[in-house]
């Protein structure tokens, strides 16, 4: 069946580092994957997309990659923020519905 | 705010109780969507309403129930539930076949089912 991957152990960084997070996945061919940022209590916030046929992509701070050969993808964030404290989930799809993730925590600390 | 709104956003009832939960975007999107969030599990997509077909997942017991009377409001109706269906549950909307397939959620409802 179908597994997507993320860190269940939370990600604790120091401010100005670079955080990483990777979505592994199995047993899936996606069209695209995406990343959303979620904050206690409140519903995912979509931040990136990238489809199968690029490698990566990039927005402000944030940075994605997408390999389909290791069935993985890495999103980083520079220059980490305490303000980019939340949880972080991956979703990949083949049609519109998107299939998620449960997410990895990452914690800035200043 | 995301352009789609949930309410309540607390519930609190009891296993007899029957209740509905509500959602409107104010997108102009084409596709919703009932997703189900548990602690320490990922999203579980519940139910999908779209122009062209209503998605069910098959392992979301009958006792929820969803209702889709036009493309910008989404009900989920619930009747009889039990402890383990606690959790949060978000609405999302998505303009279907859109080139970013971006999903736009709801603040969600935290049910708690005593």
């Known amino acids: 069946s179908q597994k997507i991957e993320q860190n269940s152990e939370a990600l604790n960084i120091q401010e100005g580092k670079t955080a990483t997070l990777t979505c592994n996945y199995t047993?899936?061919?996606?069209?695209?994957l995406q990343w959303y940022r979620q904050d206690p209590g409140r519903g995912p916030v979509f931040l990136l997309l990238?489809?199968?046929?690029?490698k990566e992509k990039r927005k402000e701070r944030l940075k994605v990659t997408f390999d389909t050969t290791l069935k993985q993808s890495l999103f980083h964030i520079t220059a980490s923020q305490p303000a980019d404290s939340a949880t972080y989930l991956c979703?990949?799809?083949?049609?519109?519905?998107?299939?998620f993730g449960r997410g990895t925590s990452l914690i800035v600390h200043p | 705010e995301t352009g789609v709104t949930q309410t309540p956003r607390h519930l609190v009832m009891g296993m007899t109780n029957k209740k509905s939960l509500k959602c409107e975007q104010h997108?102009?999107?084409?596709?919703m969507y009932w997703y189900k969030q548990s602690a320490k599990k990922p999203l579980e997509l519940m139910f999908v309403?779209?122009?062209?077909?209503?998605?069910e997942n098959n392992s979301v017991p009958s006792r929820f129930s969803p209702e889709c009377p036009n493309s910008s409001h989404l009900f989920l109706h619930l009747h009889t539930l039990q402890p383990e269906d606690s959790a949060l549950y978000l609405c999302?909307?998505?303009?279907?076949?859109?080139?970013?397939?971006?999903?736009?959620f709801g603040q969600g409802t935290r049910l708690t089912v005593v």
């Open positions: 999302a909307s998505s303009q279907a076949r859109a080139r970013s397939n971006e999903a736009f």
């Open positions: 047993n899936y061919s996606p069209a695209y």
């Open positions: 990238i489809r199968e046929n690029e």
């Open positions: 979703a990949l799809g083949g049609s519109y519905i998107p299939t």
């Open positions: 997108l102009g999107h084409n596709a």
């Open positions: 309403y779209s122009l062209e077909e209503r998605v």
